[in-house]
């Protein structure tokens, strides 16, 4: 894949949540702790790619792209841009290809949407 350079334009966040303790009633609260951080672009799907999404666990989710020279793990949260949204990592597309500039696509999904999606 191809991409400009100019296009990882935003901030991806990756890392884990715990648990700290807090002075209220329930004692603690979980928090996002962020491990590495990235930039990335976001990754257009074609209307034909989204029309074959609709109605799978996938119809809800966002794609980026980053350098594939990161070890992005698959059990690993995100958030994007600082945004209060935290999203689940569902899938990681590698780039095998031998060039040397080289972009895995990663797909998120919302942490609430899962969530409602279990219920």
């Known amino acids: 894949m191809r991409l400009p350079i100019s296009r990882l334009n935003h901030l991806i966040e990756l890392g884990v949540t715990d648990t ?3 002075d ?8 996002f702790v962020p491990k590495q951080k990235l930039h990335c672009a976001f990754y257009q799907r074609s209307l ?9 666990k996938l119809s809800g989710t966002i ?3 980053v350098r594939s020279q990161y070890h992005v793990k ?3 949260l995100a ?19 031998h060039t040397p500039i ?9 942490i609430e949407k899962v969530g409602n999606a279990n219920d």
């Open 63 to 65: 794609v980026v792209a």
């Open 102 to 110: 080289r972009y895995d696509l990663i797909t998120l999904q919302d």
């Open 20 to 22: 700290v303790p807090t």
């Open 48 to 56: 034909t790619q989204q029309y074959q999404l609709l109605g799978t």
């Open 24 to 31: 209220t009633l329930e004692g603690s609260k979980e928090v």
């Open 79 to 97: 958030k994007i841009d600082s945004e209060p949204t935290i999203y689940k990592i569902v899938t990681i597309s590698r780039d095998d290809s």
């Open 74 to 76: 698959d059990d690993q």
